[in-house]
């Protein structure tokens, strides 16, 4: 029997990043601050974004985006947000942390938000647009961007999946009022564990640093490198959350932000391999880019007849793909949201292929091989 082949599986440089963990332990400081403020800057340098600042996770970011966007633009509770339901649940929770109100819209054919759909959710108490690039997509963003400037609404960007996306040649993240961007460990530019929020508006950037950090004015990092008696004192401004990376996550991010247009490089190399080999198949549907999209390309989408039946007949093959995503209409807690046939559909038949950076051609033909196999013995 072959060897199996996984969805994900990370690709650390492993010398380089326990030397920059070394340093870390050796300087006897592993929290917020040190290697955090060097990934921060890191970061911009990297997107040209003005703003930047690491957290726990992606989901964290998500919370404070929509948390600070509250704050400062006065909303209410039951207020709404337009997302999508082919997302992550931490998209949705996010918008419920904070009592405003998910209408779901369709998505299109690069399972991103259709602008038309969009258009159709908006009433008087739309607040803003959660955006997903799926997959490393950008979809129709820059539509949704200019939709939500003429009706003055909000635009938080669920970049997740788009370290490295570029459009029109520029790292994507500044159409938004706040994007936020995942560094898990299956992700692009994986850690074990953090993200990156960053705010257009420089004022919710200072803010946040002390959402963050438990509503405290001055970190623990500033306080150690302060001068004087009361370099120890702070003011706690209004409750928080412990939501601040780590020096350890982000060592492991300095390292991996300098291969990520090498790696994402290989991952479209992937994709095209994929593309060639499922040309001309009618059973299965590869999912477009949108033009002028430099994608990251974290998942790699078909969308099959028989889902389920075919997913079973490539684990018999030791070939282990994923599901992105089941509509999130379909949970419980999100029942009985806005119709989205579009996206109903692709959650019965979307399958993601792997798409890492340990695989071959030679894994990638298997895997097409197999999958064309099991779509036709699935009709």
């Known amino acids: 029997m072959a060897e199996p082949i996984q969805l994900f599986v990370p690709t650390f440089r492993i010398e380089e990043t326990l030397e920059q963990i070394r340093e870390c332990l050796e300087k006897g400081w592993t929290g917020l601050g040190y290697k955090t403020l060097d990934l921060e800057q890191a970061w911009r340098d990297y997107t040209d974004l003005p703003h930047a600042y690491f957290l726990d996770s992606a989901t964290s970011g998500l919370h404070l985006a929509v948390r600070l966007l509250k704050e400062s633009d006065g909303w209410q509770d039951g207020d709404e947000v337009i997302t999508t339901p082919l997302t992550f649940v931490s998209t949705n929770h996010a918008i419920l942390y904070e009592g405003l109100t998910p209408v779901f819209a369709d998505v299109d054919e690069y399972l991103?938000?259709?602008?038309?759909?969009?258009?159709?959710?908006?009433?008087?108490?739309?607040?803003?647009?959660?955006?997903?690039?799926?997959?490393?997509?950008?979809?129709?963003?820059?539509?949704?961007?200019?939709?939500?400037?003429?009706?003055?609404?909000?635009?938080?960007?669920?970049?997740?999946?788009?370290?490295?996306?570029?459009?029109?040649?520029?790292?994507?993240?500044?159409?938004?009022?706040?994007?936020?961007?995942?560094?898990?460990?299956?992700?692009?530019?994986?850690?074990?564990?953090?993200?990156?929020?960053?705010?257009?508006?420089?004022?919710?950037?200072?803010?946040?640093?002390?959402?963050?950090?438990?509503?405290?004015?001055?970190?623990?990092?500033?306080?150690?490198?302060?001068?004087?008696?009361?370099?120890?004192?702070?003011?706690?401004?209004?409750?928080?959350?412990?939501?601040?990376?780590?020096?350890?996550?982000?060592?492991?991010?300095?390292?991996?932000?300098?291969?990520?247009?090498?790696?994402?490089?290989?991952?479209?190399?992937?994709?095209?391999?994929?593309?060639?080999?499922?040309?001309?198949?009618?059973?299965?549907?590869?999912?477009p880019q949108p033009p002028d999209c430099e994608s990251s390309r974290h998942l790699y989408q078909v969308m099959v007849d028989n889902r389920d039946e075919v997913v079973l007949a490539l684990n018999a093959q030791q070939i282990y793909p994923g599901v992105h995503y089941m509509s999130n209409a379909?949970?419980?807690?999100?029942?009985?949201?806005?119709?989205?046939?579009?996206?109903?559909?692709?959650?019965?038949?979307?399958?993601?292929?792997?798409?890492?950076?340990?695989?071959?051609?030679?894994?990638?033909?298997?895997?097409?091989?197999?999958?064309?196999?099991?779509?036709?013995?699935?009709?």
């Open 112 to 287: 991103c938000l259709s602008p038309q759909s969009v258009l159709e959710r908006i009433t008087p108490r739309t607040r803003a647009v959660m955006f997903v690039g799926m997959g490393g997509s950008a979809g129709r963003l820059e539509e949704v961007a200019q939709i939500c400037r003429q009706k003055g609404l909000r635009l938080i960007l669920d970049a997740a999946h788009m370290t490295g996306t570029r459009l029109h040649g520029k790292h994507v993240g500044a159409e938004a009022d706040v994007s936020v961007f995942s560094f898990q460990a299956v992700k692009n530019m994986p850690t074990a564990d953090s993200g990156m929020i960053c705010f257009r508006d420089p004022k919710l950037d200072e803010e946040v640093r002390k959402w963050a950090w438990l509503g405290i004015n001055k970190d623990t990092y500033s306080r150690t490198l302060g001068q004087g008696a009361y370099k120890w004192m702070y003011d706690v401004e209004h409750l928080g959350f412990k939501y601040h990376g780590n020096s350890i996550m982000a060592a492991m991010g300095l390292v991996s932000i300098k291969y990520v247009d090498q790696d994402n490089a290989y991952r479209r190399q992937l994709a095209s391999w994929y593309d060639n080999l499922f040309a001309g198949d009618d059973l299965i549907a590869t999912i």
């Open 330 to 379: 379909r949970y419980r807690m999100y029942a009985g949201n806005h119709d989205c046939p579009r996206a109903t559909k692709a959650s019965d038949m979307l399958i993601s292929l792997p798409m890492h950076m340990r695989l071959s051609y030679s894994d990638v033909g298997r895997i097409a091989d197999a999958l064309r196999k099991a779509t036709s013995m699935s009709q």
